[in-house]
């Protein structure tokens, strides 16, 4: 095993982490808030919304992400004059912003289903007791209602987030150099694929063990019901009195 070459692969494909974590970070961002957006409308018993909600999730859900991602980038290209025209050429003509739309579309799809399933797991009575101290509507949603789904939901939550980081590595297609960009460009330079993807699939696991790291706890933190209660103290008899001589 040559370590030198493993050490040379790391120093380069370490440099595609900071966009790897920009492309993962923005667009987890944007398709929580998206997904929520999604899940609401699933859940507000508006028949056309929720036929819209569910249209959209069905089809990001049905097609692959690498499909969209071309469409996004190359297939938008063709409709540049009109783009031009309303003004927001500048965004889709950019391979970063087009890689993180297309993630934020995707994932958003993912999460919708995620959060409606955690939204749905809150105890009823919980919102009953919420509307019996005279809350309102949207107090009951910020105080009861969205951290009990939080919590149901961040286990699902945590593999929609590792299989976001897995899949920046697709933003490569369109000439990203993010960890597996700079990978392919390597094993062009070197003609060693195996030394070199061992390396780029090292960073990979190293950056989700961290992730999952980072969920665990936060589970831990957020489930205080589900702790071991601290173990109390023994209680000191006193000593019998033929014990203590009397």
């Known amino acids: 095993m040559d370590l030198a070459f493993l050490w040379k692969t790391f120093l380069t494909l370490i ?28 859940l507000s018993g508006v028949a056309v919304l929720d036929w819209t909600a569910q249209a959209y999730i069905f089809v990001f859900r049905g097609t692959p992400l690498l499909v969209q991602i071309f469409l996004i980038y190359y297939g938008l290209g063709q409709f540049r004059p009109a783009l031009q025209d309303i003004g927001i050429w500048w965004f889709f003509r950019e391979p970063f912003y087009c890689a993180v739309f297309a993630l934020t579309l995707n994932t958003a799809a993912y999460s919708a289903e995620i959060i409606r399933g955690g939204l749905l797991s809150v ?32 286990p699902a939550y945590g593999n929609e987030i590792i299989l976001m980081v897995k899949a920046t590595s697709l933003a490569s297609v369109i000439t990203l150099m993010e960890v597996t960009g700079l990978a392919h460009r390597t094993i062009a330079q070197t003609f060693r694929a195996v030394e070199v993807f061992v390396v780029a699939g090292a960073i990979y696991l190293f950056i989700n063990f961290v992730v999952t790291r980072a969920i665990l706890y936060l589970e831990w933190r957020l489930s205080p019901h589900l702790r071991r209660p601290p173990e109390a103290e023994p209680v000191m008899k006193p000593a019998p009195a033929h014990a203590r001589g009397a």
């Open 123 to 154: 105890p009823h009575g919980q919102i009953e007791a919420a509307k019996a101290c005279g809350m309102s509507r949207a107090m009951r949603f910020r105080r009861i209602t969205l951290p009990i789904a939080i919590r149901q939901a961040l």
């Open 15 to 42: 440099e595609g982490v900071p966009l790897l974590l920009e492309l993962a970070g923005l667009s987890l961002a944007a398709g929580a808030v998206f997904a929520l957006l999604l899940a609401t409308m699933r």
